[in-house]
C-alpha cells in the first residue's frame, strides 16, 4: 500500500510542479483571462479577482508559487498534509471557476463529464492523502527514521535498526532522482516543441495590440445567440489555405498554426471581441478542447455532411450536439454536391433533422445556383452562408469561363479556367439573390482567399448585404481586421439591404 500511495502522491505532485514552472517561465503570465472568462454561480467572485490589476499582482504570484511549492512538497513526500490541504484548495477554486454542470456542459469531453471532471478527481485522491494515515515513502519519513533510531536505548537494537534505516534511506530519497528525469525530460519536450498546450492558462495574447482596439465589435442576432458580426474562420484549426499554384503554402500554414498557435489565436479573437467561430465537421475536437482548457464563450458553427456510409446518415448532427456546439448548417460543397446531383431531399432532411433537434439550420453554398434551386423547392434555412466577393482581381479568371458547382473540382492547368482562384463564381448573381431574401445571410471568402484587401473585401460583402462575414485570420492579423471591421460598418454608404440579425 505504500507504494501505491508514493506513486500516487508523486504523480499529483509532479502535474502541479509542472503546472506552475510552466507559468513561471512563460513571458507575462496571469491568470487575467482565465478568471475574466469564468461563468456560473460564483463567476462573480473571479470576476472581481480579475478587475483590478493590484489583485492579480498577488494572485499570479500565489497561484504560480503555490503550485511549485506544493507540487514540490507532494512530489519529494516533505509538509504532505499541508501539501495536500494547500492543493486541495487551489483545485476547488480551479473547479469552481468552469464548474461541470450547467453552460460548461457545452464544453464536456471525455475528461469533464456531468459533476466529474479531472480537477473532482485529483481532489478526491488529495483528500484521501490528507486524512490516510499512511503518507509513503518520503522525506518526512526519512526524517521520522531518524528521529525513531536517535531514541533507541539498546545497542543491539540500534545496530538491527540501522541497517533497516539505511534500507529505508534508500526508498525514501528515490523520489529525488525521478524528479530529476522527469523535470529534465520536461525540459528537453519544452525546448523542442515550447510551451505544452495542454497547459491552456499558460497561452498569452498580446497586449500590446489589444490596446490598438478602435472600439466594441458591433453583434447581430441569429436566433438566440449575439455574433459579432466578424466571425472567425475555421481554416485556422482545419490547416486548410486556398493558394492557388503555390503548393508550399497549405504546410506553412499548418506548420505555423500549430496547437499552441491556435489556442492563443482563440483567446486573442475573444478579447478583440470576435465570439463566434465557423468550423468545419473534423476539427470539433480541438473547440471542444479549447473550451475545457479556457473556459473560453466562443460560439461555435459547425459543418456538418452527410454520412452515406451510417445507417443514419445525418449522424453528424447527433455527434454535434453531443460534442457541445452551438448552431449546425450543411457544409457548402455538400450543398453544391447534392443539388447538382439532384439531391435535394437529403437537404430538406438535413434541415428538418438540425430544426427537430431544436438547433438553427443553416445552408452554405459556394455556388448561388444551389439556393436557388433549394429556394424553388420551398427549402428555406435559418440563416444562408455564401461565397460573397467581387471578381476584380488578377486571379480571378474570366466570367465567360466559368461554371456552377467548379469550386471544390477539377483544377485547371489553363489559367483562363478554374484553379482554386474564385469562390464566388457569378457576384452579381449573388449580390441579387442575397438582397431578395428575407433570412440572416453570411458572407464567407469575402477576401477571395487573400486576393482581396480586408477594406475592399469586408466594404462590399456587408454593402451588398451580408449580415455577418466569416474571415479566416492569422494571429497578427485579428486585432487589424476587428478596426477594419469597426470602420466599415460606421461608413456604409451604400447598403440598400435592411439588416435581419
Known amino acids: 500500500m505504500r507504494v501505491i500511495i508514493t506513486i500516487l502522491r508523486m504523480a499529483i505532485g509532479w502535474h502541479f510542479l509542472y503546472e506552475g514552472l510552466t507559468k513561471l517561465f512563460a513571458e507575462n503570465w496571469s491568470a487575467e483571462s482565465f478568471l475574466s472568462n469564468t461563468f456560473g454561480f460564483t463567476s462573480g467572485i473571479y470576476h472581481w479577482m480579475a478587475a483590478s490589476p493590484v489583485r492579480m499582482q498577488v494572485i499570479d504570484l500565489l497561484n504560480i508559487y503555490g503550485l511549485i511549492f506544493i507540487g514540490l512538497a507532494l512530489f519529494i513526500g516533505v509538509f504532505i498534509r499541508w501539501a495536500s490541504l494547500g492543493g486541495i484548495a487551489l483545485l476547488v477554486l480551479y473547479y469552481f471557476a468552469y464548474p461541470p454542470f450547467g453552460i460548461s456542459l457545452l464544453g464536456a469531453h471525455d475528461g469533464s463529464v456531468f459533476i466529474v471532471n479531472k480537477i473532482f478527481v485529483e481532489a478526491v485522491m488529495l483528500i484521501f492523502i490528507f486524512f490516510y494515515k499512511e503518507k509513503g515513502y518520503g522525506i518526512d519519513e526519512l526524517i521520522r527514521y531518524y528521529k525513531e533510531s536517535k531514541n533507541k536505548k539498546v545497542a543491539a537494537e540500534a545496530d538491527k535498526q540501522a541497517v533497516n534505516n539505511r534500507r529505508e534511506a534508500i526508498k525514501n530519497l ?12 520536461a525540459w528537453w519536450n519544452n525546448q523542442k516543441y515550447e510551451v505544452d498546450a495542454s497547459t491552456g492558462a499558460t497561452i498569452q495574447v498580446n497586449r500590446v495590440e489589444l490596446s490598438k482596439l478602435k472600439g466594441e465589435l458591433p453583434k447581430g442576432k441569429l436566433g438566440d445567440f449575439e455574433l459579432s458580426r466578424l466571425i472567425m474562420g475555421g481554416n485556422l484549426i482545419g490547416g486548410w489555405a486556398h493558394a492557388r499554384d503555390l503548393i508550399y503554402a497549405e504546410s506553412l500554414f499548418k506548420a505555423y498554426n500549430n496547437e499552441k498557435k491556435i489556442i492563443e489565436t482563440l483567446m486573442l479573437c475573444e478579447q478583440a471581441g470576435v465570439n463566434c467561430i465557423n468550423i468545419g465537421y473534423p476539427t470539433m475536437s480541438m473547440m471542444v478542447k479549447y473550451r475545457q482548457l479556457t473556459g473560453s464563450k466562443m460560439k461555435v458553427i459547425v459543418q456538418v455532411g452527410i454520412d452515406e456510409k451510417n445507417k443514419d446518415i445525418y449522424d453528424n448532427v447527433t455527434q454535434a450536439i453531443d460534442n457541445g456546439m452551438d448552431i449546425i448548417q450543411l457544409q457548402g460543397n455538400w450543398c453544391d454536391w447534392l443539388v447538382r446531383d439532384k439531391k435535394l431531399d437529403l437537404i430538406a432532411g438535413m434541415m428538418n433533422r438540425i430544426r427537430g433537434e431544436g438547433y438553427i439550420a ?49 483544377r485547371h492547368l489553363d489559367h483562363n479556367m478554374f484553379h482554386d482562384n474564385c469562390f464566388c463564381l457569378f457576384p452579381d448573381r449573388t449580390v441579387e439573390f442575397v438582397n431578395r431574401t428575407k433570412v440572416p445571410v453570411m458572407g464567407f471568402k469575402v477576401l477571395a482567399a487573400g486576393a482581396i484587401s480586408p477594406q475592399d473585401g469586408f466594404n462590399w460583402a456587408f454593402e451588398n448585404g451580408a449580415d455577418f462575414i466569416c474571415v479566416g485570420m492569422f494571429d497578427f492579423q485579428v486585432v487589424d481586421d476587428v478596426n477594419i471591421c469597426i470602420d466599415t460598418l460606421q461608413n456604409l454608404k451604400n447598403r440598400k439591404r435592411e439588416w435581419y440579425a
Open 174 to 185: 528515490v523520489s529525488l532522482p525521478v524528479l530529476g528525469a522527469l523535470g529534465g525530460g
Open 362 to 410: 443553416g445552408l452554405a453554398a459556394h455556388t448561388v445556383d444551389s439556393f436557388i434551386a433549394c429556394e424553388e423547392q420551398g427549402i428555406i434555412p435559418d440563416y444562408y452562408m455564401k461565397t460573397m466577393h467581387h471578381d476584380n482581381y488578377w486571379s480571378a479568371h474570366p466570367r465567360e469561363n466559368r461554371q456552377p458547382f467548379e469550386v471544390d473540382g477539377k
